[in-house]
């Protein structure tokens, strides 16, 4: 049994690496509730390169413009992807706090849930972030 291999279309068309599925968040138990985590393995890692950033501060002012394109469209790809992350984990853990019982007692405790439901817990959260700066 040992010396059969366990993927043998393998040796024909090797295993598409992307097709595997990696979830955004994670839901554990904390104490009595259950909270929706992020995944680390599922964030895209990305970040300016700091070589690049010391070479436009060091540039020529003509050299500049192309470059600083560049940077600021890096500087927004961060930042959006920011963003996504963040966007992600709030719906999750909007869906999380109204499906509890789903998470303790399985697929006959799952209630119904709207998308507006979650969009209109998502614009009270902000709403009333921002009133509080």
Known sequence: MRSLDPRPGASFIPPDPTCYIVADVLVRRVGKRWVALPNSEAAPRVRINSAYARMFRESRYRDRTLMAH???EARWLVRNLEQRDTTIQRVAQAIVARQQTF?????IALRPLMLSEIAQELDHTTASTDAAI
């Not at 998470?103 to 697929?107: I, N, T, V």
């Open 103 to 107: 998470f303790d007692y399985g697929a």
């Open 70 to 72: 560049a940077l600021q």
